[in-house]
């Protein structure tokens, strides 16, 4: 009888573990048409033709007319950015905009790399591909998609390509030396916007993999935050044959149980796996995840819902627009800048670069199009989709800033990250870091390929 017993316990056992074991499920790969009007007969054009971008007298007086006519609105005494961006902090950006910005220098800059254009699934896909000058006598560069996300682009890459594709000369070593690939999404800049509904981050990743394709990788790094993050985890999910590697600086976990821990976190987070820089980042509950939600997911909502009517107001005025987007490069660099009346945004970031990202919607007139893309992604609500189920079975590193929107511990990344490599708990930045800390980011980029090709 015990003998039967424990066959059966160690049969029941056995279909446990079969049963609950991790699958290693991937994305359906599927295809798609994203230009207008129906998807034409003949096969698609799959060249790839130089772009450059260019500005005019034309555009350039258009946009200091539109901030000479800005209505002011006084800000409450003593607010900070506490109400949102300060009007009175604001009067000296546009100071700045229109008297001493010089978007022809600019331009120049974005110019200094090579940018190019491409028609997949019926769109105009931008990306900037630069390429390593010199390499090491026998040594090929390591393929690398950087993929942005909102409010930024794909501007936010330029302080770390620089020691991505030419370590050595920034200090670094030139074991790891990459060939960048930047990508606009589509509705982004300089990427054409879909003419139809649902264009999500999965079908974003499914262009860029074809777009890694056409450039005649078939293995290839990838990275991003934001939007990034999620559109370079579907493509691990899509094609995690061709993805050598996945690294984030934020990172899409959403469980219920992870949720109820926070709860009781405080008290027993040691028992649930907390660590104790965990503890500092996620304690007190209330004010550093609750609260800071409340605070800063109110543009999420209205974007995920009805992007096109404030989409009319900020692609109107360049000063709504500024507004609009510098109040995220304020809160989502630092919680605590609310409490400054300039919002802190010089402490981390020039008027140049942050002034330069505006233009890039300004001038493309992309603000509704990349804000549908929330539409496109959380308009049917939060685990709808087959991809937030999935776990994600490629090597994977993370680096996890102190000052990023929400923390997100090691524990509750291994669980959709199973091949997590490498973890690290960064010493400064937020939410923009490749902008903001260039240096960090690549050398925990650095370190995470060292893993990957030691494994």
Known sequence: MWLEILLASVLGFFIYWFVSRDKEETLPLEDGWWGPGAKPTAREDDSIH?????????????????????????????????????????KRVLSYWRNEFDWRKQVEILNKYPHFKTKIEGLDIHFVHVKPQQLPSGRTPKPLLMVHGWPGSFYEFYKIIPLLVDPKSHGLSDEHVFEVICPSIPGYGFSEASSKKGLNTVATARIFYKLMLRLGFREFYIQGGDWGSLICTNMAQLVPS????????????????????????????????????????????????FYSIMRESGYMHIQATKPDTVGCALNDSPVGLAAYILEKFSS??????????????????????????????????????SQRYYKENLGQGLMTQKHERMKVFVPTGVAAFPCELLHIPEKWVRAKYPKLLSYSYMARGGHFAALEEPKLLAEDLRKFVTLVERQ
């Open 50 to 90: 130089p772009f450059k971008v260019e500005t005019s007298e034309e555009e350039i007086s258009d946009l200091h007319q539109r901030i000479d006519r800005f209505r002011l609105t006084p800000p409450l005494e003593g607010s900070r950015f506490h109400y949102g961006f300060n009007s009175k902090y604001l």
């Open 242 to 289: 061709h993805v050598k590697g996945l690294h984030l600086n934020m990172a899409f976990v959403l469980r219920s149980a992870f949720t109820l821990s926070l709860l009781l976190g405080q008290r027993i987070g040691g028992l649930l796996g907390y660590t104790k820089r965990d503890m500092e980042l996620l304690f007190p509950f209330k004010e550093k995840v």
């Open 332 to 369: 989502w660099t630092n919680s605590e800048f609310r409490d400054l009346e300039d919002g802190g945004l010089e402490k981390k970031f020039s008027l140049d670069d942050l002034l330069t990202n505006i233009m890039l919607y300004w001038t493309t007139g992309s603000i509704v199009s």
